[in-house]
């Protein structure tokens, strides 16, 4: 069988876990790194022996060395990097998130539909088994229409976490701060479950955090069939806690920290308001079970279900244009919070393109950091 030889852009931190993973599937082969930093670039090529290069990662994207790459570096310089590899004909595995802007990522996909190359985004929560029930379970059907969602999820961060880099928590450096960064994650299986509002208000704060972006945001979401929602993120609020719920006409389904609950309603909320004559009467609630599939999860199902995309037209399980839900969602959040009055989806590129500038032009960025670059230790010795 034919394997995908996978070059790793951004090997400082999270590219690292990366380059293990796919050492672990057979259908890829790790053949090359990069970094901007020259003697990390240096020191994982030599871990994983493999070509290591060096500043611009233009050098590895032309080398030939390369099938896809997998895009790792922080965000901000992502989309430059994502259009060079299209335009080189290498099929592209993003990080969250795609890019800072809807704009930007906007460009991103028209490129891969140019180019006829595969674009994924590294959405590996997606493959949980708790969510894989989930998406199941309201795809089904059994919950009836959605009348209400929420989000709620700790995200917390000390200090110490945004001083290891001067990019951080800054709008010139990350163009955000809990939703840009910490958020895309939930954010995702959130819009995955309950579906895409059409209208959001939103509101952010710095709350404890000595950044110029926001450490706490949430919003009241307003959705095409009449439904509502609701959610809450913020990085001043340790675990646990961490919670998506539905509630639709004929039940209700909550994730929390890891946990799935059903409970479903006889007969349907809508028709038995309707219908019944009893002054103090309410549906029935049953509590279902949920039996959660065995399935392998983590970023290496990613990376493999993309590979087999390429080799086998397998269906991504994270494609590049689902990874836009969310990041366009933090955009209409903070611009609605800037113009504190609500922002309809799909909001106005220009709009806030206008707004980010304006942040940037305000804000210089963050002089005294303590630079560190290192992969979260819970993913760090993950496949």
Known sequence: MKTIRFGVIGVGGMGQAHCRSLQQIAEVQLTAVADADPAVAERVGREFGVPAFAGAPLALIRSGLCDAVLVATPHPVRPPIVLAAMQAGLHVLSEKPLAETVSAADRMLRAARRAGVAFGIMFQRRTEPAFVAAVEIVRSGRLGRI??????????????????????????????????????????????????????????????????VEDLAEALLTYADGGTGYLYCSTNEPPPGQMIELF????????????????????????FTRTNTEMWAAPKVLEQPVPLPDVPSGHAVIIRNFARHILFKEPLIAPAEEGLWSLELANAIWLSAHLKAPVKLPISRRAYDRFLAVKRRRFTGRKRVAEQRMTDPRFGGQA
């Not at 009348?147 to 450096?173: D, F, K, V």
Request: hydrophobic share 35%; net charge positive; no cysteine.
């Open 248 to 271: 639709g006409d004929k039940g209700k389904l909550t994730y929390r920290d890891g946990k799935l609950t059903l409970v479903t309603y006889e007969p349907a909320v809508e028709e």
């Open 147 to 212: 009348h209400r969602t929420a989000l709620i999820s700790p995200e917390y961060r000390s200090q110490a976490y945004y001083n290891s880099a001067g990019w951080r928590a800054t709008w010139r450096g990350e163009g955000g701060g809990v939703l840009m960064n910490q958020a895309p994650h939930i954010l995702d299986l959130f819009l995955l479950l309950g579906g895409r509002p059409v209208q959001v208000l939103g509101r952010t704060e710095t709350r404890l955090h000595q950044i110029e």
